[in-house]
């Protein structure tokens, strides 16, 4: 049964802490984390991924059971079979997709969450979750298309579009969104997540 935690900031409040703690099921020292910080390349969103990997050591995962994965060279399942919790960081989507493609970690990534690797998705990394990362375009500030895709079919780990960091200035344009998009789409707000365990869904915050 697949597993995720979609998220704005990650694991930034208690609620999206106990989520990500019924969802592993077993001990926090036990497990292991492969951490996807490759979407990350501004100094900002650098301090982001430092943040986000002490949230990981607060709840007591072993900093030798966090591996940290850059999408700068082929991934196979073998290099990467062994982890319990995927770890994607946010930053640019259409550089995360990009490199996700061409390392294809997209494909890997499908097969581990098959097998009930929990995801968990931070800003871009929970845009690329979904069936399309068109929004990512449209936020404010939007991302830059810097790698020059045309093609924004997502990973499909989730039949829905997520739009996080969701605040009342992006109302409009979300809703214009919604009238032409063929997938649901769902707001997250910086204090909010969504939980998907097989066909169930829910939102925490």
Do not use: W
């Not at 591996?67 to 700068?72: I, N, P, R, S």
């Not at 997209?106 to 998705?121: F, H």
Request: glycine residues 6%; charged residues 25%.
């Amino acid at each position: 049964m697949q597993k995720l935690l979609l998220t704005s900031t990650g694991l930034s409040n208690k609620t999206l802490v106990q989520a990500f703690l019924e969802l592993i099921s077993k001990p926090v020292v036990t497990i292991t984390v492969l951490f996807i910080p490759t979407a990350s390349q501004s100094h900002v969103e650098l301090e982001y991924v430092k943040e986000s990997k002490q949230e990981l050591f607060d709840l007591g995962v072993r900093k030798d059971h966090l591996k940290v994965l850059q999408l700068d060279h082929t991934v196979t399942l073998e290099d990467v079979d062994d982890v319990d919790v995927i770890y994607v960081c946010g930053g640019n989507t259409f550089y995360l997709l990009d490199r996700m493609r061409k390392s294809r970690f997209d494909t890997v990534v499908k097969s581990l969450v098959a097998k009930d690797v929990v995801y968990i998705g931070v800003s871009a990394g929970s845009i690329v979750a979904g069936p399309s990362i068109e929004i990512a375009g449209m936020g404010i500030p939007p991302d830059e298309n810097d790698v020059a895709m045309n093609d924004f079919t997502g990973l499909g780990l989730v039949d829905f579009v997520v739009t996080p960091h969701y605040c009342k200035a992006e109302k409009e344009m979300v809703q214009r969104y919604k009238k032409v998009s063929k997938y649901e789409v769902v707001t997250l707000t910086d204090s909010q997540g969504i939980v998907v365990e097989g066909k169930r869904r829910r939102l925490v915050s």
